[in-house]
């Protein structure tokens, strides 16, 4: 292969680097998504529609441009818009990243423009809902952009035998990073919130999701001051034009030149639909301790931290058995797991809070490794120098369409009005995905572009 120069020259020092922003951006993903923006900002459109702080149920509405808006469905709307946005800029910003000679002002634009717009959420005061809705696409959007270049690195990191150690590794720093900070902003939240002062609660929730901001772009200097150029075949040869319409362009050939490569978009097919069943889980966790389990809130967060700190344990340890039985089967040993956590989760009694807790236990373990197995498997699967691009269209099939397991979880509850029948029917995306990442012939995948299979799959 032509980049084993590159990859020997990618020492300790540089795949820290590249750790280091996993640990960085987890702070948005945990700190800001997970807990604290969502009610934060729906609290915020319920004051611009004239609803108390504090009051139970807000009726009012809004009218963002005219157009009127439950002020209960703001936040829900705007995550749809910015997945539709994203599935537009992540395989552009794929393709601008493999055309440009170097990636790191790429991460460090992405980067520092979301944690900028997640830092200006400080401003979002009284009734701005306007302000702190377009605050949060241009963050969620630069996060998914610049999580596109962060993976591109990857195959430049390690050869075809250490791809799972180095991509496990990353996810687990990260997950313990995003755990670190929401543990010391919902520490700061419970000793300086006041009992009858929702205005003081509103206040600390702002100026947590501040910190993540802080956080993300204070740690993402660690990447780029310790992760090297290596400049992919796109990025060299002749001169061309201007690298953003070079990207525009370049999106056209690569959707073309997929449909040379069938066996990787089998892949990402059966990635799509094992990881939906996994996001879906993720996202609807809550609502369903809440709404079927009667849980509290303190359960909820406790439940969240359990989650996060065993998910590093749990990379970790998946990542390592990928070494001795291959990702493949590892990644299908963890898919069995989670067909064990959704059964169990729908036979959690209501009202005690320690078998929730286990459960969150269990999604810890398996979560982390099963994402970071399929980034590193996945990038077997790339033609080389189109990092970039391919993984600007795995992260379509990890955000763009995570709508279609909470859309089959809502039909299953609209028919049957039961939160432990859609949880259980979520079983179908783990043995259809997995069934589905059975019949890949990895090999002949992996050598169809050009690629070296590692010893084990």
């Known amino acids: 292969m032509t980049d084993t120069p590159t990859i020997a020259a990618a020492g300790r020092r540089e795949r820290t680097g590249w750790y280091f922003y996993d640990w960085a951006n987890s702070a948005f993903s945990t700190t800001v998504i997970t807990v604290f923006l969502g009610p934060f900002l729906t609290t915020v459109t319920e004051l611009a529609a004239g609803c108390a702080i504090d009051a139970d149920d807000c009726d009012g509405t809004v009218r963002p441009f005219g157009i009127p808006v439950a002020a209960g469905s703001y936040y829900a709307y705007l995550v749809s818009l910015s997945v539709l946005l994203t599935v537009f800029v992540l395989p552009v910003m794929g393709a601008i990243a493999d055309r440009a000679p170097r990636k790191k002002p790429l991460l460090a634009g992405a980067a520092f423009t979301g944690a900028a717009a997640t830092i200006g959420i400080g401003f979002v005061t009284g009734d701005r809902y306007l302000l702190g809705g377009l605050l949060f696409l241009i963050a969620n959007i630069s996060f998914g952009a610049a999580i596109v270049v962060y993976n591109s690195f990857l195959p430049q990191l390690a050869g075809p035998d250490e791809r799972d150690k180095i991509s496990s590794r990353g996810w687990a720093i990260g997950y313990l990073g995003g755990g670190v900070l929401l543990m010391l902003n919902l520490v700061a939240v419970t000793m300086l919130s006041e009992d009858g002062n929702p205005q003081r609660t509103l206040d600390l929730a702002r100026w947590s999701i501040v910190s993540a901001g802080v956080w993300w772009a204070a740690f993402t200097l660690v990447p780029l001051l310790w992760l090297k150029e290596h400049p992919g ?4 040869g002749e001169k061309r034009g201007n690298v953003l319409t070079d990207g525009f362009k370049q999106l056209g050939h690569t959707i073309k030149a997929m449909r040379a490569y069938p ?15 996994i996001q879906t889980v993720i996202a609807l966790a809550s609502q369903f301790g809440t709404e079927e389990l009667k849980l509290d809130q303190s359960t909820l967060i406790i439940t969240i931290l359990i989650v996060q700190f065993l998910a590093f344990g ?3 340890l998946l990542g390592a058995l990928a070494t001795k039985i291959g990702a493949r089967k590892t990644i299908l040993l963890s898919l069995a797991l989670w067909l064990v956590v959704v059964t169990a989760a729908y036979w959690l009694p209501e009202g005690e809070p320690l078998p929730f807790m286990l459960l969150g236990a269990g999604i810890g373990l398996v979560m982390g490794g099963s994402q970071a197995l399929s980034r590193s498997l996945f990038s077997q699967l790339i033609p080389e120098g189109r990092e970039g ?25 609209q028919l049957t009005n039961s939160y432990r029948a859609g949880i259980i029917s979520l079983m179908i995306f783990f043995v259809v995905g997995g069934v589905l990442l059975a019949f890949v012939p990895l090999r002949r995948a992996i050598t169809a572009v050009g690629n070296t299979p590692p010893r084990l799959l």
């Open 263 to 277: 066996l990787t978009l089998f892949f990402l097919g059966a990635y799509l639909i094992y990881n939906d069943g």
């Open 233 to 236: 075949a796109q990025a060299t």
């Open 314 to 316: 749990g990379a970790l």
């Open 389 to 413: 691009e391919y993984y600007g269209f795995y992260e379509i099939s990890d955000k763009g369409t995570s709508w279609l397991g909470p859309l089959f979880f809502g039909l299953i509850f």
